[in-house]
């Protein structure tokens, strides 16, 4: 359903992505690892637009996205987790929940999603008018995947949503991702622990440096190359 | 005997800090309107917009040119005024800001251009009304009213009166709607806003079009209060820069309190100092603040969730 061809991609005259092939297929999960630096992020910055994209294409259910503005992106049904700063602090927890939806359904489909997340997560009910930066870590996570699923995606970005977690909430978190491919959300995820992703993933690819250096399904765990320097050490 | 002097003295020094401070709350309600409309810009699009200072002179010759030399009847002329200054402010962003944006300007050049905006105008005003001070004079200024040994002239309780309206509904405006909103989001995290699907083009163009609305309003009230001079626009912004300051220029109702408290300062300074000094306490103030508490009284803390 996604497809990236060729991509070009970096931040003015910095070249950050050299020409990568990725694609994600309909109801799959597929992860993105690398070390850092390597243009993971940029990879979905490049499909949102928020990078500068020098040469490539990237489609979506077979439709060229590649210079479409990021609010235009959002209404095909793309939803980007980012990685930083991923709630708006100053804003309650229910307007941080319904903003996305907001941009682009009507108040009634909004109010139905505003339900499902509040049952998903019912910690954020109770907090539905804090403000958000008086959320744990967790409840923060919980968040910005609240107000990405409200935004109905078929295809869900995800930028290292395991980062800053106890063992305990990435472990619960990985089961929330199984289980959103199953309600039909196809996913590309950036992971920064290499045996999660692969484990979690149908399908991983290794970026280095701004390039693809391997790609492949669950028997990469094996490969050599991963095992020597992703698996033994930070990764 | 003795007691009698002493009471009337002390009732003597609580009206006269009466007055200033009342005098100081209707110099702060048009700073507050200058400080309001420069931090909605400010805090939606994050460089200086000095040029502010412009929008509210050219509304006050709006107003003398359309009322005094045209003979518009007054409340037409409000209206055109504060649709105009909208406009131009919209203009500012569309035909400068943003194209320097881009072509990938930094947030320095564009506070260079928007010096460079304030002058050209200021210019073209003193080309077009001469540099001689002019005078509105539709409310005759008139003696005022005395309540507890307080003066108030019905004008002034008129600018404060409006002021407040305006103040609440932008407030209302802010908490309330969908746009509002949208604006608090942008000027928190406009990276994720962009991310979440707002239109920060949009956004900026709103902020534009409201702040200089409120310039608009600003440039009624203080033609109707002072005279008008083309070069005023470089005092009533750094005025308006120093409220904001003092609140929290990133937060709008803390740029309206610090602008009332700023208007308070000077007119109390002046009780104790010579009155030449009320621009020199303006200055004081900006600096310590941007030196001790550069997010202002109210200036929210960054309380941001960086992983
Ligand atoms: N907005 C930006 N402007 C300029 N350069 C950037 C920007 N964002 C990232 N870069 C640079 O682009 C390169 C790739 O960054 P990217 O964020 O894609 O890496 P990453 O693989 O996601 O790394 P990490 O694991 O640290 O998140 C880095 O050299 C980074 O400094
Ligand atoms: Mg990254």
Redesign the pocket.
């Known amino acids: 359903m996604l497809d990236i061809k060729d991509l070009h991609s970096?931040?003015?005259e910095?070249r950050?992505?050299k020409g990568i092939d990725i694609e994600v297929g309909e109801n799959e999960i597929v992860a993105?690892i690398?070390?850092?630096?390597?243009?993971?992020?940029?990879?979905?910055?490049s499909v949102f637009n928020?990078?500068d994209v020098t040469s490539g294409n990237i489609t979506f259910k077979g439709q060229d996205i590649t210079s479409l503005k990021t609010h235009e992106i959002i209404k095909l049904g793309i939803s980007y987790l980012n990685?930083g700063k991923i709630n708006f602090t100053n804003l309650t927890v229910r307007e941080n929940l319904t903003i996305g939806a907001d941009q682009i359904f009507d108040p009634g489909t909004v109010q139905d999603g505003l339900e499902k997340v509040y049952t998903k997560f019912p910690d954020l009910k109770t907090k539905e008018n804090e403000l958000a930066y008086t959320l744990s870590g967790g409840q923060q996570q919980m968040l910005a995947l609240g107000r990405s699923l409200m935004q109905r995606p078929s295809l869900l970005l995800m930028?290292?949503p395991s980062l800053g977690l106890s063992p305990k909430l990435q472990q619960e978190l990985f089961a929330t991702i199984a289980s959103l491919r199953d309600e039909g959300i196809s996913m590309l995820i950036?992971e920064?622990n290499a045996k999660k992703a692969i484990e979690l993933a149908d399908r991983t690819y290794l970026?280095e440096d701004?390039n693809v250096v391997l790609e492949g399904g669950k028997e990469i765990l094996e490969n050599e190359a991963i095992r020597n320097v992703y698996l033994g050490g930070r990764y | 005997m003795k007691n009698e002097i002493k009471t009337s003295l002390g009732g003597k020094t609580i009206a006269l800090l009466a007055q200033s401070i009342i005098n100081g709350l209707i110099t702060g309600s048009i700073y507050a309107l200058v400080a309001s409309g420069y931090s909605l810009i400010y805090s939606t699009n994050n460089f200086m917009h000095f040029a502010h200072g412009i929008s509210v002179v050219a509304a006050g010759y709006m107003v003398y040119w359309l009322f005094s030399l045209v003979g518009i009847p007054f409340y037409v002329t409000c209206i055109i005024t504060v649709i105009l200054s909208a406009i131009f402010g919209l203009a500012m962003y569309r035909l400068i800001y943003l194209p320097l944006q881009k072509k990938g300007a930094s947030n320095v050049i564009l506070l260079i251009a928007s010096i460079g905006i304030l002058t050209f105008f200021q210019n073209v005003i003193q080309i077009a009304f001469g540099s001689g001070v002019k005078l509105v004079g539709y409310i005759e200024v008139s003696k005022g009213i005395t309540f507890a040994g307080v003066t108030m002239t019905l004008l002034q309780i008129v600018i404060l009166i409006i002021s407040l309206i305006i103040f609440i509904l932008l407030y209302q405006f802010m908490q309330k709607t969908k746009t509002g909103r949208n604006m608090r989001a942008v000027s928190n995290n406009s990276e994720l806003a962009s991310i979440v699907g707002i239109n920060h083009i949009r956004i900026s163009d709103i902020s534009f079009l409201i702040g200089s609305a409120l310039a608009g309003v600003a440039g009624i009230l203080v033609a109707l209060e002072q005279n008008l001079s083309p070069f005023m626009g470089t005092n009533l912004m750094i005025k308006g820069f120093t409220g904001a300051v003092i609140g929290g220029i990133n937060y709008v109702p803390g740029s309206i309190v610090g602008s009332f408290l700023l208007g308070m300062a000077e007119n109390l300074g002046i009780l104790v100092l010579p009155s030449g000094y009320k621009d020199a306490i303006a200055f004081s103030m900006l600096f310590l603040f941007l030196l001790f508490k550069p997010n202002g009284i109210l200036g929210k803390k960054e309380g941001r969730f960086d992983k």
Do not use: C, F
């Open positions: 970096g931040y003015g910095l950050v992505l993105l690398g070390p850092n630096g390597a243009g993971k992020s940029t990879v979905i910055k928020i990078s990685q930028d290292e950036v920064q970026l701004g």
